[in-house]
Nanobody
Framework: QVQLVESGGGLVQAGGSLRLSCAASGGTFMIYPMGWFRQAPGKEREFVAVISWGGSNIRYADSVKGRFTISRDNAEDTTYLQMNSLKPEDTAVYYC??????????????????WGQGTQVTVSS
């Protein structure tokens, strides 16, 4: 059973930066893509970024492209989301997710087997 724990969220002014971390434990040798999703109040959960196990396949939502960077350290079983030039519309609870499969739509929340509890990111204007 895989457990995911996010950290690094907080309150930041527009234009600022935050770095989210997602630490995985338990059965991590079976994890392939790691994704970040977010959910704002009153909205559905949306895809933010995903990275394959080896890091060769990385995808971003258009809304964060050029501002966010996803990375992973497999030796530490940790995935990161560096968020720069933050905007008020980035305010949401951010979740990391893990999947056992590289195949299929890795930008869909339905693809993922395990989820973290979420970390709040609030960007003030």
């Amino acid at each position: 059973q895989v457990q995911l724990v996010e950290s690094g969220g907080g309150l930041v002014q527009a234009g600022g930066s935050l770095r989210l971390s997602c630490a995985a434990s338990g059965g991590t040798f079976m994890i392939y893509p790691m994704g970040w999703f977010r959910q704002a109040p009153g909205k559905e959960r949306e895809f933010v970024a995903v990275i394959s196990w080896g890091g060769s396949n990385i995808r971003y939502a258009d809304s964060v492209k050029g501002r966010f960077t996803i990375s992973r350290d497999n030796a530490e079983d940790t995935t990161y989301l560096q968020m720069n030039s933050l905007k008020p519309e980035d305010t949401a609870v951010y979740y990391c997710a893990a999947s056992y499969s590289e195949y299929g739509d890795i930008t869909s929340s339905d693809h993922y087997d395990y989820w973290g509890q979420g970390t709040q990111v609030t960007v003030s204007s």
